[in-house]
């Protein structure tokens, strides 16, 4: 992706759409992706989910300001290695189907175009 407008809009939508997704049908994504058992008290994915969304409004605000928000781009960077490193770890242990590991392989992509914007625009500014 070439513009970070693009981009960070893109990561927004896609992780306001996980958040959301997660706070009003995580039975039928559980049931989905493989995971049981179904937490009978959803308190801590609700709030797992909020954050999700909280992070997505941050990427929204990277796609309008990149100046002013590198530090919400560098904390998206860290939460979504660590969203893939700890989904790729359950995976490999045999705890999660291929399922979420493919929607975790998203946050690992967004992290590496973080990456490279944060790089291309901190080369930029340098410039300046």
């Not at 008290?41 to 990277?62: D, E």
């Not at 979420?100 to 946050?107: C, P, Q, R, T, V």
């Amino acid at each position: 992706m070439n513009s970070p407008r693009i981009l960070f809009t893109h990561a927004a939508i896609f992780n306001c759409s996980i958040g959301l997704g997660i706070l009003f049908v995580y039975q039928q994504l559980f049931e989905f992706l493989g995971m049981a058992p179904i937490p009978s008290n959803p308190l801590f994915l609700h709030l797992f989910a909020g954050l999700v969304v909280i992070f997505g409004i941050g990427y929204y605000w990277a796609s309008r300001d990149l100046q002013n928000n590198v530090a919400v781009i560098k904390m998206g960077i860290i939460g979504k290695m660590t969203v893939f490193g700890l989904v790729l770890g359950h995976f490999l242990a045999g705890n999660v189907t291929w399922h979420l590991m493919a929607i975790a392989s998203m946050d690992f992509v967004y992290a590496i175009l973080f990456m490279s914007a944060l790089k291309k625009h901190q080369s930029i500014s340098a410039l300046a």
